[in-house]
């Protein structure tokens, strides 16, 4: 039989860090890279992989992800045999410790028993990176091992590959082991399990706060990130959106930036990452800024460090600036005056 | 199949030969435009928007990438479990594959296609303009007057008037004649090309057309005139906004360049009339600390490292370090080195201009540059 894998994304994950960005959106829909989505990323690399069938568990807030995922089109998940599961958490259910809770998998056997694959890959949502599961599934099984933990610089990716049958057998045992997610037989001694770490060279981050998405997204702007993020043969899939072309005036001037389509660029934009349909008006400056989809930028406002969610309306002549470790956040569908303080 | 209102046949079998290297492989309706699009966009999106969900689309020339891109017409929104789009090539028959020979006789070849729906209506239009156009609107129209058939005009300027097929209406906008570039023009509205006719009205007259050896199977020369002399109803429909045609290499500029016009009339940022394409899959464009753009469009997956004025950049184009790009359209997949200078030029797909290279109209004369493989050859060289 085919080595095959499945992959499971566990979209339960609330960093509190982020609560102004993830108070009405789960952490998975979280928009990133000017027209991603946070679970783009390792949702791409498991299709990439060769992944045919992936579940996805989701717990608070979301409408957003069920939109942005939809059938699985984008991703070539939208298939007659497997294909996108979507399988939302009861909100009775308590929060888990770490990835992958055996509880919310428990709520859904069928699809462990229904699937055909041997292999399953547990991973978190919020790993910015692109990657290639295959050598880990061949070293997972070259080596014997019965969960193989990837790593990067040392530390836990939160990524798993594990027996699909040793798997539902941990699940189905759970109240008497009491392991209530992957990271728990991870750190438990007393099993005869074979664990392995594959350590992963490449470029992956987790965003579990503000600064850690502030710092990443400046960092997708540097040629050395970009390069292993946007990988013509591993492309990051998204929702497609029909914007027109972004539009520069006479007006202002763009320095390391990223925009996505639909903008209309009037003022001066460096090292910053525009959303799609984002107005920035005349004589604005915004400075190391994270503007997302639909923002409204009035004329010669400064914006410098500074975070806006979707739909924010920023009027004439708004100073707002954060720090470079503290950005200022602006929360979605805000409107901001001039008189706004920091 | 459920029987349909009206069915729309998009021709776009043409070769648009003086559009020259650009349709060696492709046909006109698949060229790319707008920094985005391609221009069969257009008229699919007015379709779609219209709520003109049955579409056959009649291809011949250089079929291939415009049959894929079509696809099942999912970017349109046609992808549909009653109708949709329908690709419509030529087929064989019996012993001999039936080219189009004419407009006319292509629809005529595709009645079985057109008995499936039984429309009570059939509207016809091209793939080689760029417009918006609400075609329920005139189907209305049509149908308000009791027309057998509608043709769409629009006004041009009566000095341009000897170009295009103009109508000659009464006060009631009946087309009493139709003249061919005239001369002397006796009216200012052109035909857009664009028809409606009732089905059954129009499947005779193709019978009839067929049979007569000397005819040049074609809409406007053959058919508009036999419904004029058999004295039916056919009305002008009145289009106001911006409509171009592209077929050549100057007014495929153009047309791009009157995206960047304020005062133009086409806008393509409308929600409520949005055009669709097929989307490619990019990452944001990517604008350099030594790029310098202005009044320009910039599509996804672009690097830009150069100077863009005043010019169209399509998808996945890289603009090295101290090039400029002046009044020009880059097509997808273009590659620019370092320091060249491109100026009132089209740079067709995948084309590499290498580092320092030169292109501009020549001296004294103001004509667009199409760009080919040949000149980039001779540079290297």
């Known amino acids: 039989m085919l080595k095959t894998m499945l992959g499971v994304i566990d979209a339960t994950t609330y960093h509190h860090d982020l609560e102004e960005l993830i108070s009405h959106r789960t952490l998975a829909a979280l928009p990133i890279g000017g027209r991603y989505r946070l679970i783009d990323f390792v949702l791409s690399n498991m299709v990439n992989s060769g992944v045919g069938s992936v579940a996805i568990f989701p717990k608070y807030q979301y409408r957003s992800l069920m939109d942005h995922l939809g059938s699985g089109k984008n991703w070539d998940l939208d298939r007659k045999r497997d294909g996108l599961f979507f399988f939302p958490a009861s909100i009775t259910d308590g929060d888990s410790e770490g990835i992958g809770s055996f509880n919310q998998f428990a709520a859904n056997m069928d699809y462990f028993y229904r699937s055909k694959q041997e292999y399953a890959l547990v991973a978190n949502c919020f790993t910015v990176f692109n990657m290639d599961f295959n050598p880990v599934l061949i070293r997972h099984l070259t080596s014997g091992c019965d969960i193989t933990e990837i790593t990067n610089k040392g530390d836990s990716l939160e990524v798993y590959l594990i027996k699909k049958s040793l798997l539902i057998d941990l699940i189905l045992t759970r109240d008497i082991t009491g392991y209530t997610c992957m990271k728990d037989v991870m750190l438990d001694l007393n099993h005869d399990y074979k664990i392995c770490h594959y350590e992963y060279n490449g470029y992956a981050e987790k965003i579990d706060s503000i600064s850690a998405y502030f710092e990443v997204s400046k960092e997708i702007l540097t040629a050395e990130t970009w390069n292993q993020l946007f990988i013509k043969e591993r492309p990051i899939f998204t929702k497609v959106k029909d914007e027109p072309p972004t539009r520069y005036t006479s007006t202002g001037e763009v320095k390391n930036s990223m925009i996505a389509n639909g903008c209309i660029i009037e003022g001066d934009v460096e090292n910053s990452i525009i959303s799609r349909a984002v107005k920035i008006g005349k004589g604005s400056r915004l400075k190391n800024c994270i503007i997302m989809q639909k923002c409204s930028i009035g004329e010669d406002c400064v914006l410098e460090n500074v975070i806006l969610d979707k739909d924010v309306m920023v009027g004439n002549e708004t100073v707002m600036t954060g720090s470079k470790n503290t950005p200022f956040v602006v929360r979605k569908g805000t409107v901001q005056g001039a008189l706004m303080n920091s | ?381």
């Not at chain 2, 459920?2 to 021709?11: D, I, S, T």
């Not at chain 2, 099942?72 to 090539?89: E, K």
């Not at chain 2, 043709?151 to 041009?156: G, N, Q, R, T």
């Open chain 2, 1 to 381: 199949m459920g029987k349909k209102r009206c069915v729309a046949m998009l021709l776009a079998g043409g070769k648009g030969s003086r559009l020259y290297s650009l349709t060696k492989n492709l046909a006109k309706p698949a060229i790319p435009f707008g920094g985005k699009y391609r221009i069969i966009d257009f008229t699919l999106s007015n379709c779609s928007n219209s709520g003109i969900e049955t579409v056959g689309v009649l291809t011949q020339y250089q079929p291939l990438v415009l049959n894929s891109y079509i696809g099942i017409g999912s970017a349109w929104d046609l992808d549909r479990v009653n109708g949709g789009v329908t690709v419509l090539p030529p087929y064989s028959e019996s012993s001999e594959v039936k080219w189009y020979t004419g407009t006319a006789s292509a629809i005529y070849q595709n009645q079985n296609y057109l008995s499936q729906y039984d429309p009570e209506y059939v509207l016809i239009l091209s793939g080689d303009h760029i417009y918006k156009m609400n075609y329920e609107w005139m189907l209305e129209y049509h149908i308000q007057k009791q027309a057998d058939a509608s043709i769409s005009v629009i006004e041009v300027p009566w000095s341009e008037a000897s170009r295009f097929g103009i109508m000659n209406t009464n006060e009631d906008m009946d087309i009493i004649e139709f003249e061919e570039k005239p001369k002397k023009p006796k009216n200012n509205l052109a035909s857009m090309g664009i028809y409606i006719f009732k089905w059954k009205v129009l499947k005779e007259l193709l019978e009839e057309d067929d049979e007569n050896s000397h005819s040049t199977h074609d809409f406007g020369k053959d058919i508009i005139p036999m419904l004029i002399e058999k004295n039916r109803k056919v009305v002008a429909y009145p289009f106001k906004g911006y409509w171009k045609d592209v077929g050549t290499v100057q007014s495929l500029w153009e047309a791009n360049m009157d995206l960047l016009d304020d005062s133009s009339e086409l806008n393509i940022s409308d929600y409520n009339w949005r055009i669709y394409t097929v989307n490619p899959n990019h990452p944001p464009q990517y604008i350099s600390s030594e790029a310098i753009v202005k009044e320009s469009l910039i599509n996804e997956g672009c690097t830009i490292s150069g100077n863009i004025e005043k010019s169209i950049v399509f998808q996945g184009v890289n603009v090295g370090t101290g090039s400029v790009v002046r009044s020009s359209v880059i097509m997808p997949d273009a590659h620019i080195g370092e320091n060249a200078y491109i100026e009132k030029a089209i740079v067709p797909s995948d084309i590499h201009i290498p580092s320092g290279m030169v292109i501009k109209p020549k001296e004294g004369k103001d004509d667009v540059v199409l760009v080919t493989e040949e000149m980039v050859s001779t540079f290297i060289s």
